[in-house]
Every structure is written in C-alpha cells, then in structure tokens.
C-alpha cells in the first residue's frame, strides 16, 4: 500500500508540471484553470497539491482518499443536469454554477465511518471543507494550504 501511494504521489507530483489550460466556470463566469491530472481524476493545480498532501497524512493514518470525481467540464456538467432534470441522474448544478467545473470541488470515496471522520477532523488542515450538507463525499478546497506554513504550524505546536 505505501509503494502504491509512492508511486502515485511520483506520478501526480510529475502531472503537475504537466498542467493543462481550459476554461472552467465559477459562479456561471468563465474563468481560466490550471488544470492537472490526480489519480484517476483532474482537479485545479492548487486544489490537487493540497489533495496529495491530505491524502499521505490520511494514508499514514491508515485512511485511503481517493477522489471519485473531480473538475468537470462544462459540456459534462450540461450532461449531468439534462440527466438529472430528465430524472434519469443524480443531483446536479446547473451548468457553470457547479464547483466541480472551478475544479475546486472534489467528491471522494467514503468507503466507511472512519474515512468520513478523519476528513471532518483534518480536511480543514489541508484547505478542505464539506460545503453541501448531506453530501458526505463532496469537499471543496477553499484555499488557505501552504505546505510550508502548515509544517511551521506543526513544529510550534509540537513545541508547545
């Protein structure tokens, strides 16, 4: 298990460099992303470093976070409201009112209690927060993590 999250934190650390440009969406206005490759998702570069992190300090918890959907393209977004509008979907933003399209929301596999706990008492260390009540599995990166002043953070408190 720790070589897979190696490995995915080499490849994810390389995608980075790798971002991509495209138009997303926040608050029904276009906007420009970075956009970047993490596990079997995108997600805005900012949001995904802050992603990896939470997802190595979850991991030596013995926490697995992996991310079922991430950015979503307009045109996706479109899809997933006609769907859901035709009743035929799940829950759905209208197009360009959806974070996923900001690339700032992630919807991550809750695959038992204890996945759910570490991230109502961690996620915000990381820059996550739960914004939509009932939706157990979407976090949206608000921004606020920096890895260095996080490890400043830790040191003063593990003096204290």
């Known amino acids: 298990m720790r070589r897979l999250a190696v490995v995915l934190a080499l490849v994810c650390a390389a995608a980075t460099a790798q971002a991509r440009s495209t138009t997303g969406y926040k608050n029904g206005e276009k906007t420009q992303l970075k956009i970047v490759s993490c596990g079997n998702s995108e997600a805005e570069q900012h949001t995904a470093i802050a992603f990896r992190a939470m997802a190595r300090a979850a991991e030596k918890a013995g926490i697995d976070l992996r ?3 991430g950015f979503r393209s307009h045109a996706k977004q ?20 959806s974070n ?4 700032r929301a992630l919807d991550i596999y809750i695959t038992d209690y204890r996945v759910l706990e570490w991230l109502q008492k961690h996620a915000s260390e990381y820059g996550f927060h739960r914004t939509v009540p009932g939706e157990a599995w979407h976090w949206e990166y608000l921004g606020g ?9 830790l040191s003063k408190t593990n003096r204290s």
């Not at 996923?100 to 690339?103: F, I």
């Not at 993590?145 to 953070?153: D, F, L, T, V």
Request: aromatic share 12%.
């Open 100 to 103: 996923h399209e900001s690339g």
């Open 78 to 97: 479109k899809q997933l409201y006609k769907d859901y509008v035709k009743g035929r979907g799940h829950l759905a933003a209208r197009p360009g009112f």
């Open 145 to 153: 993590y920096e890895p260095k002043q996080r490890n400043a953070r």
């Open 67 to 69: 991310i079922r959907s």
